[in-house]
């Protein structure tokens, strides 16, 4: 599943003559997830050991989605070097693409 955006990218880089960045943003991309879950798992952990409600520990994953859905922008924008409006839909992509794969899988 992790595989369907780099594959995606590959044709999304061509089709926006970024084809020579497709690298750069594959690599921060994947990086980012390592930082991603790292975020994570301390409001899981505070969860499962029960220092944390559930409500609590979804109001901080949500913050952490957020923060990882500007990050992602962020990595499209300088790493494809696209203006604002292209890296907002790159994550718009990217997500919608995660919300139908998981619906699936």
């Known amino acids: 599943l992790w595989v369907m955006w780099p594959w995606i990218m590959v044709t999304v880089s061509k089709l926006l003559d970024r084809r020579h960045y497709y690298v750069r943003y594959i690599v921060a991309y994947n990086w980012s997830s390592v930082y ?6 301390p409001v ?12 609590i520990a979804a109001l901080l994953s949500l913050c952490v989605i957020g923060w990882s859905l500007y990050y992602r922008w962020y990595i499209a924008k300088v790493a494809l070097e696209v203006p604002t409006f292209t890296a907002s839909m790159l994550v718009a ?11 699936i899988v």
């Open 36 to 41: 991603v879950i790292a975020a994570l798992v």
């Open 44 to 55: 899981l952990l505070l969860q499962q050991a029960g220092i944390i409600d559930a409500i």
């Open 93 to 103: 992509g990217d997500l919608a693409m995660s919300i139908v794969a998981s619906t």
